[in-house]
């Protein structure tokens, strides 16, 4: 990095021992530049070093907060993926886990509104909190009861935390206005899933018919409840029944950067398409769809994304029973086609 002012440097003295009018205020001139180059550039490799330590921490918070998931769990296989919208960016507002559990294998998928340091937070408090609760509470409601009980008092920490160190300063952003979108839910071991939903899309389902063929549908019964932080969750919450994960089939969770990415003319990617094409590929392997999807939508985007995309995975691999004679299909009247 110093080569460029000390060549510089070198001519100037050249030219002036050559020079008739060699004057003692141009070596002057000549030693303050050098020192003010030599400044600049040290400057630079200062903030270049504080540079790399700041991606080494936010690197191994990434790790620490969305750690890798294992490739099986409790006859689940999974597979997690995560694109940013920033290149070469660490900290996302994302966050994805699954935890077998005495009640089953249990899941959270969230979207934290904003990026960076303000967003680990609160991934990290929301996170925290379900690696608790996922074991601790029989019932899918009470863990999200806890997830926004750890929610309010991470905001209120940190509104408390800002307002110390600005006393007198206006807030930049109101308590009401973070937000986390989040799906809960529980696969049991007959493959019947449950869910709660706060503000996320819904999952997709991939299976085989013998009728249809491959097939990918969005699986999820009615509107979800308002995202958690916006307002309090109603007394009862609406923990239903969402699909069965026959052995083969799989769930696709994402957050909704997957379905707003947009191309050059405006269009929507077609995320349900994509995945009917990787439900004709038998056994269906969560990470070569995660593969597939990542290289869709930046195909899609020319790698110009608006939002950071998660995407997660699951394919039941229970109790895989051998292949069994297709059903018939049945025609309109109800009696099966010869």
């Known amino acids: 990095m110093f080569v460029l002012p000390g060549l510089w440097v070198l001519g100037v003295v050249a030219w002036e021992l050559v020079s008739p009018r060699g004057e003692g205020v141009h070596l002057l001139a000549i030693v303050a530049v050098a020192a003010t180059g030599c400044a600049v550039t040290g400057r630079r490799r200062r903030l270049l070093r504080e540079l790399e330590r700041a991606r080494e921490v936010a690197a191994t918070a990434q790790r620490v907060l969305l750690r890798p998931l294992p490739p099986r769990l409790d006859g689940i296989n999974l597979a997690g993926g995560h694109l940013s919208v920033s290149e070469g960016a660490l900290v996302g507002g994302d966050l994805y886990e699954a935890l077998a559990t005495p009640y089953g294998v249990r899941i959270v998928m969230g979207d934290v509104r904003g990026h960076g340091l303000t967003a680990i937070g609160t991934v990290a408090a929301v996170l925290g909190s379900f690696r608790e609760a996922a074991h601790d509470e029989p019932a ?196 099966p086609r010869r």
């Not at 999952?203 to 969005?218: F, H, I, K, Q, V």
């Not at 239903?240 to 990617?269: I, N, Q, S, W």
């Not at 995320?271 to 038998?282: E, P």
């Open 140 to 335: 899918l409601a009470d863990v999200l009861r806890r997830l926004d009980r750890a929610l309010q008092r991470h905001l209120c920490e940190r509104a408390r935390a800002e307002a110390q160190a600005r006393p007198g300063a206006e807030q930049e952003r109101g308590l009401g206005e973070e937000f986390v979108t989040v799906l809960l839910l529980e696969i049991r071991s007959d493959g019947l899933v449950t869910a709660v939903n706060c503000g996320h899309p819904w999952p997709y389902r991939l299976s085989r018919t013998a009728c249809e063929g491959p097939r990918a549908a969005a699986v999820g019964r009615g509107d979800p409840l308002p995202p958690l932080g916006l307002f309090p969750l109603p007394p009862e919450l609406p923990v239903a029944p969402l699909t069965r994960l026959l052995p083969g089939d799989a769930l696709v969770l994402h957050t909704d950067g997957a379905e707003d990415a947009r191309d050059a003319a405006g269009a929507f990617f077609p995320l349900a398409g994509v995945l009917d094409a990787v439900a004709d590929r038998t056994p269906v392997v969560p990470a070569a769809v995660i593969e597939h999807v990542q290289s869709a939508l930046l195909r899609h985007t020319g790698g110009r994304l608006s939002d950071d995309i998660a995407l997660l995975v699951l394919s039941n691999d229970r109790c895989r029973a051998p292949e069994r004679e297709p059903r018939p299909c049945l025609a309109r009247s109800g009696r």
